[in-house]
C-alpha cells in the first residue's frame, strides 16, 4: 500500500503546486486516511517541499499492520502535551522555508485558522478547496474490495436477524443487535447508527429507533451499513411482519423496487449524475409520491458514508467508471409507515458487466 499512498500523496502535490503552494496541511481524518493509511485520532499530514510528515500527538498504533500509517511517512510527535498537530506542522512548514501553505478551509475552525497564523506568520495561506475528496471519488480495486467485505458482512448481519423471532422486539433492541452481528462477523463497527423503523415510521429516511415495538402487520425497514478496514457500505430492506402483505402494501413496495431498479440500471460510466436521480424519481413521482420523496436518490460511499458524487436533481457532475454509490429511493406516508430499498453498487461499463451489485440481500417483499 505504500506505493498507492505515495501515488496519492504525489498527485495532491501536483494540484497544489499548480496552485502556487509548496506545501500541503491535510487536517480532515478521511482524507488523512485515504492519503497516509490508519493513523492516531487528530493526526494530521504536511506535504512539504522535502518530506512528508504524518504530524500526531501521540506515537501511532502498533498492534498491526492494519493498524499503522503508511511506513514511508516521517511521523513527527507533538512535543508535551494539548499541543495541536495542525498548528505543529505549519510551524514545520515555515520552518522548512516554505512561503505558502495550502489547507483544508472547509475542515478548519476559525480558531484553528488564526492560530497557524500566529505560529507562521510569514506562511501565505491558500486553499486546496475539496482536491483530497476529488481523488477519493473514483475507488481502486483494493478500496472496492473492501466495501465488498463490509457489504457481504452487512447482508450477513441483515439475513441471521431475519431468521429470528422478530414479533415483540423493540426497534431500539434490534439494532443494536444488528450492530453487534456486524463487529461478530468482522466489522471495525457500524458505517453509520443502524436505522431500524417498524409500522408508521418505516421508509422514514434517517429514522432513529425507539421503543416502539414490531406488531404483526407492520412494515418493517431496516437500514445499515458496515465499516471494514476504513470504508463504508450501506443496505437498506423493508419487510411485512405477518402472514401476507396488505394490497396497498405490496402496491407501494412494488412501486418502490420500481423505482430503484431504474436507478441502479442508469448507472453507467457518463451517465450525469441528477439524471439517475430522474430515472428512480420519476416512476415515483409519476404515481403522485413527488412531496413524500426524499432530497436525494442516492450518494457516493467510501471512507465516509456520504460521499460525492450526490444524486440529486441539481448536481451536475457525471459519473465514472468505479464509482461507488448508493441508490435508495423510498417513500414514507405520515401515519402509515412506508418503503425505502437501498444497494450499495460501482459503477461498472457495459463490458465489464454493467454496474456492480454489492448489497445482495432479497429485494423480494418477504412477510417476515
Same mark, same amino acid.
Given at each position: 500500500?505504500?506505493?498507492?499512498?505515495?501515488?496519492?500523496?504525489?498527485?495532491?502535490?501536483?494540484?497544489?503546486?499548480? *496552485?502556487?503552494?509548496?506545501?500541503?496541511l491535510v487536517t480532515r481524518p478521511a482524507n488523512v486516511r485515504y492519503l497516509a493509511g490508519p493513523a492516531p485520532e487528530g493526526a494530521v499530514l504536511l506535504l512539504s517541499q522535502t518530506e512528508d510528515f504524518l504530524v500526531c500527538a501521540g506515537l501511532p498504533d502498533d498492534r498491526g499492520e492494519q493498524s499503522r500509517p503508511d511506513e514511508e511517512l516521517r511521523v513527527h510527535v507533538?512535543?508535551?502535551?494539548? =499541543?495541536?498537530?495542525?498548528?505543529?506542522?505549519?510551524?514545520?512548514?515555515?520552518?522548512?522555508?516554505?512561503?505558502?501553505?495550502?489547507? !483544508? !478551509?472547509?475542515?478548519? +475552525?476559525?480558531?484553528?485558522?488564526?492560530?497557524? @497564523?500566529?505560529?507562521?506568520?510569514?506562511?501565505?495561506?491558500?486553499?486546496?478547496?475539496?482536491?483530497?475528496?476529488?481523488?477519493?471519488?473514483?475507488?481502486?480495486?483494493?478500496?472496492?474490495?473492501?466495501?465488498?467485505?463490509?457489504?457481504?458482512?452487512? %447482508?450477513?448481519?441483515?439475513?441471521?436477524?431475519?431468521?429470528?423471532?422478530?414479533?415483540?422486539? +423493540?426497534?431500539?433492541?434490534?439494532?443494536?443487535?444488528?450492530?453487534?452481528?456486524?463487529? %461478530?462477523?468482522?466489522? %471495525?463497527?457500524?458505517?453509520?447508527?443502524?436505522?431500524?423503523?417498524?409500522?408508521?415510521?418505516?421508509?422514514?429516511?434517517?429514522?432513529?429507533?425507539?421503543?416502539?415495538?414490531?406488531?404483526?402487520?407492520?412494515?418493517?425497514?431496516?437500514?445499515? =451499513?458496515?465499516?471494514?478496514?476504513?470504508?463504508?457500505?450501506?443496505?437498506? @430492506?423493508?419487510?411485512?411482519?405477518?402472514?401476507?402483505?396488505?394490497?396497498?402494501?405490496?402496491?407501494?413496495?412494488?412501486?418502490?423496487?420500481?423505482?430503484?431498479?431504474?436507478?441502479?440500471?442508469?448507472?453507467?460510466?457518463?451517465?450525469?449524475?441528477?439524471?439517475?436521480?430522474?430515472?428512480?424519481?420519476?416512476?415515483?413521482?409519476?404515481?403522485?409520491?413527488?412531496?413524500?420523496?426524499?432530497?436525494?436518490? *442516492?450518494?457516493?460511499?467510501?471512507?465516509?458514508?456520504?460521499?460525492?458524487?450526490?444524486?440529486?436533481?441539481?448536481?451536475?457532475?457525471?459519473? %465514472?467508471?468505479?464509482?461507488?454509490?448508493?441508490?435508495?429511493?423510498?417513500?414514507?406516508?405520515?401515519?402509515? *409507515?412506508?418503503?425505502?430499498?437501498?444497494?450499495?453498487?460501482?459503477?461498472?461499463?457495459?463490458?465489464?458487466?454493467?454496474?456492480?451489485?454489492? +448489497?445482495?440481500?432479497?429485494?423480494?417483499?418477504?412477510?417476515?
Amino acid at each position: 500500500m505504500s506505493e498507492v499512498y505515495a501515488l496519492r500523496r504525489t498527485r495532491l502535490r501536483e494540484c497544489c503546486n499548480a *496552485g502556487g503552494s509548496a506545501a500541503a496541511l491535510v487536517t480532515r481524518p478521511a482524507n488523512v486516511r485515504y492519503l497516509a493509511g490508519p493513523a492516531p485520532e487528530g493526526a494530521v499530514l504536511l506535504l512539504s517541499q522535502t518530506e512528508d510528515f504524518l504530524v500526531c500527538a501521540g506515537l501511532p498504533d502498533d498492534r498491526g499492520e492494519q493498524s499503522r500509517p503508511d511506513e514511508e511517512l516521517r511521523v513527527h510527535v507533538v512535543p508535551g502535551t494539548g =499541543g495541536d498537530p495542525a498548528v505543529e506542522a505549519a510551524g514545520l512548514a515555515a520552518a522548512g522555508g516554505a512561503d505558502s501553505l495550502a489547507v !483544508e !478551509e472547509h475542515h478548519l +475552525t476559525v480558531t484553528r485558522h488564526r492560530a497557524l @497564523r500566529s505560529v507562521a506568520p510569514g506562511l501565505r495561506l491558500a486553499d486546496v478547496g475539496g482536491a483530497v475528496e476529488q481523488l477519493r471519488v473514483v475507488k481502486d480495486e483494493e478500496e472496492i474490495s473492501c466495501l465488498r467485505i463490509g457489504a457481504e458482512i452487512a %447482508d450477513q448481519a441483515l439475513g441471521e436477524l431475519l431468521e429470528s423471532i422478530l414479533v415483540g422486539r +423493540t426497534e431500539r433492541h434490534l439494532a443494536l443487535e444488528l450492530e453487534r452481528r456486524l463487529v %461478530d462477523h468482522g466489522a %471495525d463497527g457500524p458505517a453509520f447508527a443502524t436505522s431500524v423503523a417498524t409500522g408508521p415510521n418505516a421508509g422514514r429516511p434517517g429514522h432513529r429507533p425507539t421503543d416502539r415495538r414490531v406488531e404483526e402487520g407492520d412494515f418493517l425497514s431496516v437500514c445499515l =451499513g458496515a465499516a471494514y478496514r476504513g470504508y463504508r457500505c450501506e443496505i437498506g @430492506r423493508t419487510f411485512v411482519i405477518g402472514t401476507a402483505p396488505a394490497d396497498w402494501q405490496i402496491e407501494l413496495y412494488d412501486l418502490v423496487f420500481t423505482a430503484q431498479r431504474a436507478g441502479r440500471e442508469s448507472l453507467v460510466p457518463g451517465a450525469a449524475c441528477r439524471d439517475v436521480d430522474r430515472a428512480a424519481r420519476q416512476v415515483l413521482d409519476s404515481a403522485g409520491y413527488a412531496a413524500a420523496l426524499p432530497a436525494l436518490t *442516492g450518494h457516493g460511499v467510501g471512507l465516509e458514508i456520504d460521499e460525492d458524487p450526490q444524486l440529486t436533481p441539481g448536481t451536475m457532475g457525471k459519473l %465514472d467508471a468505479c464509482v461507488p454509490v448508493t441508490v435508495e429511493p423510498g417513500v414514507h406516508l405520515p401515519g402509515r *409507515g412506508g418503503v425505502r430499498i437501498d444497494d450499495t453498487l460501482v459503477v461498472r461499463p457495459e463490458a465489464d458487466g454493467g454496474p456492480e451489485l454489492l +448489497t445482495i440481500t432479497t429485494k423480494e417483499l418477504l412477510a417476515l
